[in-house]
């Protein structure tokens, strides 16, 4: 199959207008220059490699919409895949929590929920349209959760993990006050009982038992069954230095550009949010993603929880600094792929998966189609069959007149 009249974003240069060829999944060849009798016509639209998301948190929602509120899993789990490969993600990590038993943002993560998310997406793999995996996010002061972890690990069902604590006072809540206020807010409560709770957390985290030893201990499993480990929301220079001597390549969400630079020098990858990006501050206060790709410590991004953001996010990154799209692509596709060991996807090249995103950038970022293996997983309509090709560009005009 032949896609052709597209601007192909490949890993170290961008064709103005090509084209390229896909066969049995893979694709077979790429040329500068348009061909004759291709299947589709892009009409001039962006081919870029599909979206690899390291962390997404949007399973939970899906599946407790409300508070109490569930919906059979399978359903909301299916929901989602629909919506992520509307997004250009085709392979997605979903980041699922294992913190105890608890209400976080109006949504269930309890070590028995988390489990019964894994089960079901595990079973449900060769219907979805996105590649699943799991990221197991764990909450290094609930040690109870390791012998699941490890149970999951042995397994196979983990391909991630990321070592998080979010008690207030350090980490992404380092502003307890800022973090207070967010509580009341969420929770609608004074500001004297949010004190309240939150106190109690910070107490809360004395006596959890020998952390230290749990991650020890985790961390040598996981290395051993090559599941890669990341860091979350590193504050200072020795928690960086900490995570990294357990084995951590990822530093997630760094909180502070010292942070940042530090897991750097060690040799990790950096990862922030899409949202962040897209926004240009993060939600609670910390590093904005903008900071970090303009001081060249940003090596990915992920959805985090908003999956339409990385489109945009990463078009608006490409006018910040050297590199334009080439470099700005690259944060969800061939430097996530590079970091979870992906060895066949995340660029545009002969012999890769053929894992592609059609997209628009005016009048707003929009993606129009994506492919897995050279499979059409969502299309909304408006990509053209090659012999259609001119009208498909009038219409695309007029309706960019439309909408100005």
């Known amino acids: 199959m032949w896609l052709s009249e597209f601007e192909i974003v490949l890993h170290d240069r961008v064709i103005a207008c090509g084209a390229l060829r896909i066969e049995n999944g893979r694709i077979a060849e790429i040329r500068d220059e348009p061909v004759e009798q291709a299947d589709i016509s892009g009409g001039g639209r962006l081919l870029l490699p599909g979206f690899i998301d390291m962390h997404g948190d949007m399973v939970e929602r899906e599946v407790e919409p409300r508070i109490g509120v569930h919906v059979p899993m399978r359903i909301g789990i299916a929901e989602l895949d629909k919506k992520l490969a509307s997004c250009g993600i085709t392979t997605a990590y979903a980041a699922l929590s294992f913190i105890g038993a608890s209400v976080t943002s109006g949504v269930l993560r309890s070590e028995d929920h988390t489990t019964t998310i894994i089960d079901t997406m595990t079973a449900m793999k060769s219907y979805l349209l996105v590649d699943h995996r799991i990221h197991a996010r764990f909450e290094v002061t609930f040690t109870p959760a390791v012998p699941m972890l490890q149970k999951l690990m042995d397994a196979g069902r983990l391909h991630l993990i990321s070592l998080m604590d979010h008690t207030p006072g350090q980490g992404q809540y380092r502003d307890v006050e800022l973090y207070i206020a967010r509580i009341a807010k969420e929770r609608g409560m004074s500001v004297a009982a949010a004190s309240e709770v939150v106190g109690k957390r910070m107490a809360g985290r004395e006596g959890q038992g020998d952390v230290l030893n749990a991650l020890q201990d985790l961390s040598a499993r996981a290395r051993a069954r090559g599941i890669v480990l990341a860091s979350h929301d590193d504050d200072t220079l020795e928690k960086v230095e900490l995570v990294h001597g357990l084995g951590a390549m990822i530093s997630e969400f760094p909180v502070t550009l010292e942070a940042a630079r530090e897991a750097r020098r060690l040799g990790m990858h950096t990862a922030m949010g899409a949202p962040n990006a897209l926004r240009g501050e993060s939600y609670s206060g910390n590093l904005s993603a903008r900071e970090a790709y303009e001081a060249g410590l940003l090596d990915m991004l992920a959805s985090d929880y908003h999956p339409a953001s990385i489109l945009p996010a990463i078009l608006g990154l490409a006018e910040l600094r050297d590199g334009g799209l080439v470099a700005a692509a690259a944060l969800t596709s061939a430097n996530p792929a ?41 299309g909304d309509g408006t990509l053209a069959p090659a012999r259609n090709a001119q009208q498909s560009q009038v219409e695309r005009a007029t309706a960019g007149l439309e909408l100005l």
């Open 338 to 378: 590079a970091a979870l060991g992906l060895t066949d996807r995340g660029a545009i090249e002969p012999g890769l998966l053929a894992d592609l995103v059609v997209a628009d950038r005016q009048p707003v970022p929009r993606v129009r189609a994506t492919f897995r293996a050279g499979r059409m997983i969502y």
